[in-house]
């Protein structure tokens, strides 16, 4: 077991782990955090997207013990304008992947704000830009147009 320290929704955590555990468990099974969702559990969907220190991880791809003295956002940690912004433009159907698409969005307009390019490479956060940075998350549901809308609000 190694013990991490990290600060989870403001709150300080300390935790012995297993050195292999996953993030996405260690929030899930040690924490309680179950907003965060294990869809794949192989990175590619983004249902386990939280906040490290501002920036988006796929919880499920990150092994806990490298966040050792990270600050971890997760859904329930979230108070963003997003939130409401989704309800506004029914951005969610089932709500499995609401979670992920949230802290997803929140992660993507701060990674623009600081002028971190894309692949499509617009200057502004056009629908196509934000399309292509959110392309990481899938909705098995097909809410992407509300996602979008939600999103193109608050840009």
């Given at each position: ?13 300390s ?15 040690r ?14 969907c ?32 979230v ?31 701060a ?6 390019p ?38």
């Amino acid at each position: 077991m190694t013990e991490i320290r990290m600060k989870v929704n403001g709150a300080d955590e300390s935790l012995d782990v297993e050195p292999w555990a996953s993030l996405l468990d260690t929030l899930r099974e040690r924490l309680g955090l179950t907003g965060t969702k294990k869809g794949c559990d192989q990175g590619a969907c983004g249902a386990c997207t939280v906040l490290a220190d501002g920036v988006r991880i796929n919880a499920c791809l990150a092994l806990a013990v490298q966040y050792d003295g990270s600050e971890i956002t997760t859904i329930e940690g979230v108070d963003h304008p997003l939130q409401e912004a989704f309800i506004r433009h029914d951005g969610f159907q089932c709500g499995y992947c609401t979670p992920g698409q949230i802290c997803s969005a929140i992660g993507m307009l701060a990674e623009h704000a600081a002028g971190m390019p894309s692949a499509v490479g617009a200057t502004g956060l056009t629908e196509d830009e934000i399309r292509e940075r959110m392309s990481g998350n899938l909705c098995r549901c097909g809410a992407y147009n509300g996602i979008l809308d939600a999103i193109m609000e608050l840009r």
